[in-house]
């Protein structure tokens, strides 16, 4: 059992930077993969982006590469998107979610589906 917490969303104007983090309760030494989702009003929930356990992969959404950037700090069990140049269009609840992945160390799914583990959300906001 997996139990995530984000926290770092919040209202900000378009150009400005946010950071959001992703705190999970896992016992140490368990690989998971964790990715970013978010989900706009009245849109389905889309794939942000995504990191192996080892950090080596990264995988992001077209609409955020060169503007987010996913990373890790396994000895925390935290995962962090950092979100640079945000636009009105990035406004949503944003999600991680996590999976195990023994032996899979450049494992990063981009479906919703692959993720059984996921947090309460953290609302971005972008003001134009």
């Known amino acids: 059992q997996v139990q995530l917490v984000e926290s770092g969303g919040g209202l900000v104007q378009a150009g400005d930077s946010l950071r959001l983090s992703c705190a999970a309760s896992?016992?140490?030494?368990?690989?998971?993969?964790t990715g970013w989702f978010r989900q706009a009003p009245g849109k389905e929930r889309e794939f942000v982006a995504a990191?192996?356990?080892?950090?080596?992969?990264?995988d992001y959404a077209d609409s955020v590469k060169g503007r987010f950037a996913i990373s890790r700090d396994n000895a925390k069990n935290t995962v962090y998107l950092q979100m640079n140049s945000l636009k009105p269009e990035d406004t949503a609840v944003y999600y991680c979610?996590?999976?195990?992945?023994?032996?899979?160390?450049?494992?990063?799914?981009?479906?919703?589906?692959?993720?059984?583990?996921w947090g309460q959300g953290t609302q971005v906001t972008v003001s134009s």
């Open positions: 990191i192996s356990w080892s950090g080596s992969s990264t």
């Open positions: 979610a996590q999976v195990f992945t023994p032996g899979l160390t450049n494992y990063t799914p981009k479906q919703g589906h692959e993720y059984p583990y």
């Open positions: 896992v016992r140490t030494g368990r690989r998971t993969a």
